[in-house]
């Protein structure tokens, strides 16, 4: 059964602070690996896809990265209105496979 | 930008009542997908459409939820009777292909409370 799983749960920083969240995931064949950012009470954005290890991609302070069993997202010199929830997100090549969502990271930015 | 539409945004009900919410998604996309997410977890799938063909409704609970996309446009999915679990946020989305690496757009979401 096709796993994702995100850390930390929770993470605060200081604006300018830079890191790193985690998303670890358990797929029979990776189709695609996709970032989305979702704010209190709203649907989630779409960021990025990854489709094989060792693919990067950026906009503006976030950069993804995907190896064989995990995706970072990097938040450099983060500000206040990146504070978000962060879902990852894997489908599988099996036929008919669908996303399965992580539980996300919640990230507060403080000024 | 074109956007996926979904509507009423709050919706308030009372255990046993039949609820509906209802979806525009982005134009072209053939790809429909209704999720439910409880608060601090990820989207789950109910159902998918591809046109007006269900393709996957593996977890919907179908003694009382039901989705028909008539015209292979908008969409509804229906809630009867409803139940005090069934409180979350269900969201709407949308992709112009089911995949391979399609990425989905989501609407604003319906957050519904069952009392």
């Known amino acids: 059964e096709d796993q994702v799983t995100q850390s930390p749960e929770a993470l605060r920083l200081q604006e300018g602070e830079s890191s790193s969240l985690n998303c670890s995931y358990t797929?029979?064949?990776?189709?695609?690996l996709f970032w989305y950012r979702q704010d209190p009470g709203k649907g989630p954005e779409f960021l990025f896809t990854l489709y094989s290890a060792g693919e990067e991609k950026e906009k503006e302070r976030l950069k993804a990265t995907l190896t064989k069993k995990e995706s970072f997202l990097h938040i450099t010199a983060p500000k206040p209105e990146d504070s978000a929830t962060y879902l990852c997100a894997v489908q599988g090549t099996r036929r008919g496979q669908n996303f399965v969502f992580g539980p996300g990271t919640r990230l507060s930015v403080l000024p | 930008e074109a956007e996926v539409a979904q509507s009423p945004r709050y919706k308030i009900t009372e255990k046993s009542q039949a609820v509906a919410f209802w979806c525009d998604p982005i134009s072209g996309h053939a790809t429909l997908y209704w999720y439910r997410q409880i608060l601090g977890q990820g989207p789950e799938l109910l159902v998918q459409f591809q046109d007006e063909s269900v393709v996957d409704d593996s977890q919907l609970p179908k003694d009382r939820f039901s989705a028909e996309r008539l015209k292979g446009v908008d969409s509804t999915l229906k809630i009867q009777p409803a139940e005090l679990g069934d409180s979350a946020m269900y969201l709407c989305a949308s992709s112009y292909f089911p995949g391979p690496g399609y990425e989905q757009y989501f609407g604003p979401g319906t957050r519904l409370t069952v009392t």
């Open positions: 797929v029979s064949g990776l189709r695609g």
